[in-house]
């Protein structure tokens, strides 16, 4: 495996490679969710590039930035393991000049939901993948469901300005009590972990009261928040149709469900399609 720090590095070790690149973006503090999107990655392409880069364009004034888990011995074995072609850990000044020219995320879609209680979030997102496109060139990127609604502007983002790669949205990974996998976890203590489960268990029922026939939004929302009490703050709960407009109806085949609350230090996102 190749450890590229510079934009050139990076291009020396791409132009070895010949067939199908698979591309994972990450911002590192790998764990298991990260490592299924390498592993699919791996086995759908002839070659594997992963980045580790924690952007500071996406994070907000008072967010994280500096307290973001960096564990790159780590991240590099793991890499290695899952047989990398490329790791690309490029430093701030390599992506990024003072007064770039910069992409915004929509002004309804980005600034809805994730958007609204973090603006800008989504501008500085679309802008690193959108320059981690360019300069993997890959054939294949893979993110996850979880973050919903970032893999929903990457797409749009990919349609409107006709980019020549294919987005594979993957499966959220929980753990074995249905935490879904998060950077962020690492900041919960071991009773807020367990609260934290309030998450995925107000997503079980919602689907548990869609089987059982109930599609008006509304109730479900609040039986929702039943559940969701064990945690600190409920920013929202949201049912929505796969183009992030609010549904009043529950839409088989066409709804996602999504909640994001604090538990603690971390502000945790979950969702479910349906
Ligand atoms: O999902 C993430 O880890 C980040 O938002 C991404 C896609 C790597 C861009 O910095």
């Excluded at 924690?54 to 004034?61: K, S």
């Excluded at 929980?174 to 690492?186: F, M, Q, Y």
Aim: glycine content about 6%.
């Amino acid at each position: 495996m190749i450890i590229a720090r510079t934009i050139a590095e990076l291009k020396e070790a791409k132009s070895a490679l010949q067939g199908t690149i698979g591309f994972v973006p990450t911002m590192g503090a790998l764990h298991k969710g990260h490592l299924s999107l390498i592993q699919q990655a791996k086995a759908e392409n002839d070659h594997l590039i992963v980045s580790i880069f924690v952007n500071p364009t996406q994070f907000l004034e008072g967010e994280d930035l500096d307290a973001y888990p960096r564990r790159e011995e780590a991240d590099r074995k793991i890499c290695e393991l899952a047989k990398a072609d490329i790791l690309f850990m490029p430093t701030v000044d390599q992506m990024y000049e003072h007064d770039e020219l910069s992409i915004g995320a929509p002004a309804i879609r980005g600034y809805i939901l994730e958007g609204q209680k973090r603006p800008g979030h989504f501008d500085g997102m679309l802008q690193i993948v959108m320059k981690l496109l360019n300069l993997t060139g890959a054939d294949n990127a893979y993110f996850g469901k979880k973050d919903a609604q970032q893999l929903a502007l990457i797409m749009q983002m990919v349609t409107n300005y006709f980019m020549d790669v294919k987005i594979i949205p993957c499966e959220i990974v929980r753990d074995e009590k249905g935490l879904a996998l998060s950077s962020r976890n690492a900041y919960m203590s071991e009773e807020e972990k367990v609260r934290a489960l309030c998450l995925s268990r107000s997503l079980k029922r919602a689907t548990k009261l869609i089987m059982g026939g109930k599609l008006d939004t509304v109730s479900i929302k609040e039986e929702m928040l039943e559940v969701l009490k064990e945690a600190d703050e409920v920013e929202y709960v949201a049912i929505v149709d796969r183009a992030f407009r609010p549904l009043e109806k529950v839409e088989l085949g066409n709804t996602m469900i999504l909640v994001a609350a604090w538990v603690g230090k971390p502000r945790l996102i979950d969702n479910i399609w349906i």
